[in-house]
């Protein structure tokens, strides 16, 4: 990952001079670049004595503590993530880096941090964009990134049940490649795919673009191995059980804030051997959620299936080349089919029918594969944007059917309220029979106080979102940026669970405080 841009530093540049004088004409434009690495300011590293307790569980050379590793372990890649390290600010860096081999280490590492005091954060790939890698200091002896890339082993196959058991540190590609190596894949593909691991989506609660066909991270998940302060925690018994509360759920999504998960025991597939995209266009937004709707209460739905409002599916079919010959205006739909040639037939069938039935004109399979090329490309954008005055952000939630309207209705007013001049893009990617998420991006200038204008944007929508009856958040988490109104979605009591868990398996505070509650 580059220090202060998403992803391959080889693959970020500026913005091509046709694309800029585009925005440039919509948004207006300026040069805000970065300052050099070697301009930013961190945090002290780590006291010499708790290195050298650390490197006494791990090895010497597991911890670092020199500004280039630590740099690049500081906070996540959200967008005021980002405003703060291109100002130079890394005064959130962690004091060292310790980088364990297994679970046995990350326990002794966990419990060497309750007896020292020191805070631990748990770091994957880095790619949290809601303020979840920041740990609270004071009180504390110092914060440590507790970097799991060593923990890359795929420990198990069991091809009879359908299962196999990840170390938390694999990256998705890597873990992809391991499993194909016996014909199988987990079919979980978030933007983030090249970067985030198996932890990190079991953490957050990821969810993928093909999620219409496997499901969410959470809903793959069958069992989990955590290092906690009390001691280890194995939930791995059966595919299901009534043996009281489903314990890994309080794992799941808790961000590190409970403990660490060291491997998962997930649900995995065959290996697609036919993969199919196509693209449609729906007259209007209303009309193509209500055909997306059918489609995903019809048990056939495609893998990937992702619905446009009218200003992405402007910009989304911009470029004729890339998409073949369509009709102006509407709403545009992808659908994915991925896994037997039989299978991906039958699916085909009914979703088209539905489709056609609905009032969707074909526009062939020219967009759903310029999309399938670029579809994890797109914060190498936000980054070149950034680069030219440019605010870019991300957010989402998801609601019921019958409230999905208002929710979408309410969060576009708010962004276009407080980012106005702006652009607001919305679709929906994740489908579910009782209601689906709406995916929000933004741009706007940036203005004198950019960090400042998106925080209150922010607060603004999140308010909006949460009184039309939408979720605080989908698929990317809590983390600090959400925590405030956290308590207005699950209640006084559901935050007395939470902070009874965090006090009983967390009793000093030392994993990632200040993240979840």
Request: a negative charge.
């Amino acid at each position: 990952m580059h220090w202060s841009r998403w992803g391959d530093p080889d693959r970020s540049g500026p913005l091509a001079p046709a694309a800029r004088e585009l925005v440039d004409a919509f948004l207006g434009t300026r040069d805000t670049p970065a300052l050099a690495e070697a301009e930013a300011r961190l945090a002290p590293p780590l006291p010499a004595h708790l290195c050298a307790t650390f490197a006494g569980v791990v090895g010497a050379e597991q911890v670092r503590v020199d500004d280039a590793t630590r740099l690049r372990h500081t906070r996540g890649k959200s967008t005021p993530d980002l405003l703060l390290l291109r100002s130079g600010d890394a005064g959130d860096a962690p004091g060292a880096v310790v980088r364990p081999a297994d679970h046995d280490q990350v326990q002794a590492v966990v419990d060497v941090c309750v007896r020292e005091h020191v805070a631990l954060v748990p770091f994957g790939g880095g790619t949290s964009v809601v303020g979840g890698l920041v740990a609270d200091r004071d009180g504390f002896a110092g914060v440590i990134a507790l970097d799991l890339a060593r923990l890359d082993r795929l420990v198990e196959v069991d091809p009879l049940s359908g299962t196999a058991v990840l170390e938390a540190g694999l990256r998705a590609p890597e873990a992809e490649a391991l499993l194909a190596e016996h014909g199988l894949s987990l079919g979980h593909h978030p933007q983030s795919f090249e970067y985030a691991t198996i932890g990190g989506f079991a953490a957050t609660r990821s969810s993928g673009q093909a999620s219409a066909g496997y499901g969410r991270f959470d809903e793959m998940v069958l069992g989990l191995t955590a290092a906690t302060p009390r001691g280890r925690l194995d939930l791995d018994t059966a595919p299901a059980t009534a043996a009281g509360p489903d314990l890994r759920q309080w794992l799941l999504g808790s961000e590190g804030a409970f403990g660490v998960i060291t491997s998962v025991r997930v649900t995995v597939h065959p290996l697609p051997v036919a993969v199919l995209d196509e693209a449609w266009r729906l007259p209007s937004f209303a009309a193509g959620l209500d055909a997306v709707r059918e489609v995903a209460r019809s048990g056939l739905a495609p893998a990937v299936l992702r619905l446009s409002d009218e200003t992405e599916t402007a910009l989304n079919l911009a470029d004729p080349a890339s998409v073949g010959a369509q009709s102006d205006g509407g709403c545009l739909l992808l659908t994915g089919y991925e896994g037997t040639a039989d299978g991906l037939a039958v699916r085909r069938e009914a979703t088209t029918a539905l489709l056609r039935e609905a009032g969707a004109e074909a526009l062939g399979p020219g967009p759903g594969a310029a999309w399938r090329r670029g579809r994890y490309d797109g914060p190498y954008l936000r980054d070149s944007l950034l680069d030219v005055g440019v605010l870019v952000e991300t957010l989402e939630t998801a609601a019921l059917w019958s409230r999905l309207p208002a929710v979408y209705a309410a969060a576009r007013a708010s962004l276009g309220e407080h980012l106005d001049p702006g652009l607001v893009l919305a679709h929906v990617s994740h489908v579910y029979d009782n209601g689906a998420s709406l995916y929000f991006t933004v741009a706007a200038g940036q203005g004198e106080d950019p960090l400042g204008r998106w925080r209150q944007a922010k607060t603004a929508v999140t308010d909006a979102i949460l009184e039309a009856g939408g979720t605080l958040t989908h698929h990317h988490a809590v983390g600090r940026d959400h925590k405030p109104w956290l308590e207005r979605e699950v209640g006084p009591v559901g935050l007395a669970m939470l902070r009874a868990v965090k006090a009983e398996l967390d009793p000093t505070g030392v994993l990632n405080p200040g993240v979840l509650v």
